[in-house]
């Protein structure tokens, strides 16, 4: 089983709004990202979490807060954003921190309004 | 640097065989990964190569050159749900298990 599931599978939110994009695995990874994928574009990355610490941040602007409560679950907060940070966000998990294959969740549609 | 280069578009007819190149320049290479993603859709793992030569899964094949920067993805008997991009994404050495994607191959399937 490679699930990665994340939710909402659509969000649509004002620029003022707070809210947060959530993904879990229990395929015992301890590897977790999020990748952002603009309309016919490559994902891009975002973050890398390692044993629950974050390892990697691709110079993303703080108005998107990774969290990661433990080994299953990813969190992606959003606050105070633009509408071109509409996109799909994809949530991918891999066995380890490095030489493993990435498993991509099915992504979160996100509209800022 | 780090350049990877795919064709944007290739069209191909159902049942026949098509090959998908990619080239890369980089530095500190460790692995090339191949992904399908339908339109709407995440993307889905296809294959791995880290060391030279052919690796087989069924109607798909991947082959890797070290040496020469190269890789392709092979798709055998071609079926009209094989219409995707195909995104080549690889993994430097010291980078974590970070990716790069490719700019992706969107590939249309006819009858």
Redesign the interface.
């Known amino acids: 089983d ?1 699930e990665v599931t994340q939710t909402p599978k659509h969000l649509v939110m004002g620029m003022t709004n707070k809210k947060s994009l959530k993904c879990e695995q229990h395929m015992g990874h301890r ?1 977790m990202y999020w990748y952002k994928q603009k309309a016919k ?5 975002m973050f ?1 979490y ?1 044993y629950e610490k974050l ?2 941040n691709e110079s993303v602007p703080s108005r998107f807060s990774p969290e990661c409560p433990n080994s299953s679950l990813l969190n992606l907060h959003l606050h105070a954003l633009q509408p071109e940070d509409s996109a799909l966000y ?1 949530c991918a998990s ?1 066995q ?12 979160s549609w996100l509209t800022v309004v | 640097g780090q350049n990877i280069d795919q064709p944007t578009e290739m069209t191909a007819t159902e049942g026949a065989i098509v090959q998908i190149n990619c080239t890369y320049q980089t530095s500190g290479f460790n692995g090339l990964f191949w992904y399908q993603q339908h339109a709407g859709e995440a993307p889905t793992f296809l294959s791995y190569n880290v060391l030279d030569g052919l690796e087989e899964k069924g109607r798909f094949s991947s082959f890797l050159s070290r040496s020469k920067g190269y890789s392709y993805l092979l798709l055998k008997e071609l079926q009209m749900k094989d219409s995707a991009s195909y995104l080549c994404a690889w993994r430097v050495t010291g980078g974590g298990n970070k990716l790069t994607f490719g700019t992706g191959t969107q590939l249309k399937v006819e009858l």
């Open positions: 490679t590897a574009k490559p994902p891009e990355l890398v390692s390892s990697i994809l891999s380890g921190g490095y030489g493993n294959t990435i498993y991509f969740g099915e992504g």
